[in-house]
Structure formats: C-alpha cells, structure tokens
C-alpha cells in the first residue's frame, strides 16, 4: 500500500490490517474481502467484514462499488455459517453518531447467542 494509491489509505487502521501492517486475527479472505475478529467483541461471534478497498462508509461503497459490497455481504454469510450455523445480524454503523469509529467500511457480523432487539 502507498500514499499514491487511490484504493488505500495509509493512515487508515483497516487498510494497515488488510496489508498485513498490523495483525488481526482473520477467519476468511475473498480476493476482494477480508474478515477478522473484533477486538472488543460484543457478542461470542463478532467479525469485521472488510473490503480491501477504501471506502468511508456502506453508502460510499454501495455508490462506488455495488459488486464490491456484494462480496463483503458474500464473505459475512461464509463467516456466519462456518461459525454461527448461518444465523447472524450484519450491522454497518455510518457516520460517527451511529457509532461509526474507523472510516473504512466494514461490517459486524454478530452471532453466536440469542440477539434480542433494543430500539433507541
């Protein structure tokens, strides 16, 4: 990854990740897509679903790339039914107020327990 490539971002957490920068312990690669677990899980299965590529946001990526966001959406039901018996909520927070914390992307799939419902 370089500072001249459009598709990277080198302050980005998560291009680092998909570079192999930094480590992560990752459960399942597509050759477009990356997933890792969450290191502050909230739930006994808690992945990020990753696109290699650098987008800020799910509406970004949908605008940009919509076959790209169909393989992160791909890669989250693999990880779900290796490790979750294909039950799961996939979860894209936008924006900092809806809990948005890196600006790149990703999905949670959370699984793994009984997922109750708490609207705001």
């Known amino acids: 990854m370089t500072s001249t490539d459009a598709r990277t971002d080198p302050d980005c957490l998560f291009c680092r ?4 920068e930094l480590p ?3 459960v399942a690669t597509s050759e477009r897509s990356i997933a890792f677990r969450d290191i502050d899980p909230q739930a006994p299965v808690h992945v990020l679903v990753v696109p290699r590529d650098h987008h ?8 940009a790339d919509p076959e790209l966001l169909s ?5 989250a039901d693999e990880v779900a ?3 979750a018996d294909g039950q799961f909520r996939l979860i ?11 600006f790149h992307v990703h999905g949670h ?5 009984e ?4 609207p705001a």
């Open 115 to 118: 997922l109750g419902w708490t």
């Open 71 to 75: 393989d992160v959406v791909a890669l």
């Open 81 to 83: 039914g290796d490790q």
């Open 24 to 26: 992560a312990d990752v």
């Open 92 to 102: 894209f927070n936008s924006g900092p107020r809806a809990g948005q914390s890196v």
């Open 17 to 20: 990740i998909v570079a192999g």
């Open 56 to 63: 800020g946001d799910i509406a970004q990526l949908a605008a």
């Open 109 to 113: 799939v959370i699984a793994g327990a």
